[in-house]
DNA sequence: TACATACGCAATCAAATGGTTGCACAAAAT
DNA sequence: ATTTTGTGCAACCATTTGATTGCGTATGTA
């Protein structure tokens, strides 16, 4: 099972997991102490993290330690780059001139 | 009704769409011209980009246009921004210091 | 050995999602 | 004035999602 990347990172429990563990790998059970939720709801949330291949794992002993993987998350800001020029200043002065052409209406 | 911009771009017909308008503001029609679902989908796709103010409309007769919105999309870079000292090369401590010190967004 | 701990997996359920169809309405065309 | 076109909205439906509960298993501990 594959998961895509836009959708793993769609939940708001799933990026404060990311933002978790971008520092520091966290086990479930660590992570679960953060929210509100049981340990196996985030445990859901990790799974399809690592099926995003958004996260990696390590087992240690009984402990299974999860820890992002930023090649992935690179995935997302080559997507957001291709609208980069868009919010540049020089772009920002054209969509003036178009908003004053074609004001909005209703 | 305001839609999380993270759920927004979770379809992949919502991100062909901003593609799509990207560079060209265009009707409901149009846009569902590229798809295969029927345009009603398509204008519900529409509808749930623009309560993210991924999307702003402008109104000319009895046409529709639709258009990105370029700071909305800034702020998914922003969100992506905090991870990349941890895919750079350059991984020096000042890096690690800004990324400890940024809040956690959701 | 016996018990506790850390974890994944399966079943279940309410809510959300994405799609379709039908309809209403305003603008344009005939 | 009537018809066609462009669009949004509501109702409906199958699928997916996020959460909980219960269970099985492997690792650590008394």
Known sequence: ????????IADPTRRAILVLIATQAMTPNALAEHFDSSRQAVSKHIKVLTESQLVTQAKQG???YYQLNPKKMRELDQWVSQFKALWE?????LDQLL????????
């Open 89 to 93: 200043d020089r772009f920002d002065q």
């Open 1 to 8: 099972m594959e998961t895509d990347l836009f959708h793993a």
């Open 99 to 106: 908003l004053t052409l074609k004001p909005n209406q209703q």
């Open 62 to 64: 009984r402990e299974i």
